[in-house]
């Protein structure tokens, strides 16, 4: 399997680098960012370009891959709606409508985050525009679409939001993530088991199109050992 992976740099797309490249079945994993990730494997390709917005001359590039991983995102906090709307839902729409015409037999799967709002008329403005953008990508012509609605994410192996908010946040909380799992174990999952669980989905099928935490960790559980 050959996947696209947007979003390489962030705290969710490496765990999902790190889970393609250490995947067997996968065996090619092209990187598509503002810049290089400044590692090597035998496996990763770069594709880097300033502005992702439009990557309608990098369609023969594109084409030949079974599954994107979007993981691009940014936080909602001091940005207008108007913005906050054109780094989402137009940047996000965009890519996929390429990637669609490049490889319309491919999978699609788009992170977008526990409560966001389908109807697209709640009241929390992120909430909306992410049931925008998940919309949008779910009528595009791919063979399946799947969105991905993390709660809680535990970085995992060294993986580092690049969000400072993000990483005080996890540095006060990490002493009562134990506490998070134990009362309420799918309300949080890892970066790991997202890497993991988008791997099956579009390799074996997920359960329905979106993917709540619950199923995250349900696709994501490491695999049983057989006993020989």
């Not at 709307?85 to 799967?109: H, K, Q």
Request: with cysteine.
């Amino acid at each position: 399997m050959k996947v696209v992976l947007f979003g390489a740099t962030g705290m969710v797309g490496q765990g999902v680098l790190r889970e393609c490249l250490r995947d067997p079945g996968v065996s090619e994993v092209l990187s598509v960012g503002r810049r290089s990730l400044g590692g090597s494997d035998p496996k990763l390709r770069e594709m880097i370009r300033p502005e992702l917005a439009d990557l309608s001359g990098d369609a023969e590039a594109l084409r030949g891959y079974d599954a994107t991983f979007f993981c691009l995102g940014v936080s909602s906090v001091g940005t207008s709606e108007a913005e906050y709307r054109r780094v989402t839902y137009d940047l996000t729409v965009a890519v996929a409508r390429t990637i669609a015409a490049a490889n319309p037999g491919s999978a699609f799967v788009y992170v977008s985050g526990a409560g966001t709002d389908a109807s697209e008329h709640g009241r929390a403005m992120w909430a909306r525009v992410k049931g925008a953008t998940e919309n949008a990508v779910a009528r595009l012509p791919f063979r399946a679409v799947y969105l991905f609605r993390p709660g809680i994410i535990r970085p995992l192996h060294g993986i580092r939001s690049k969000t400072r908010g993000y990483r005080v946040a996890y540095a006060v909380l990490s002493p009562f993530l134990w506490l998070v799992r134990r009362i309420s174990p799918n309300a949080m999952t890892t970066t790991e088991a997202v890497g993991r669980a988008m791997l099956r989905a579009v390799r074996d099928g997920g359960p329905t199109a979106v993917v709540n935490t619950r199923e995250i960790n349900r696709l994501g559980a490491p695999a049983p050992v057989r006993e020989s």
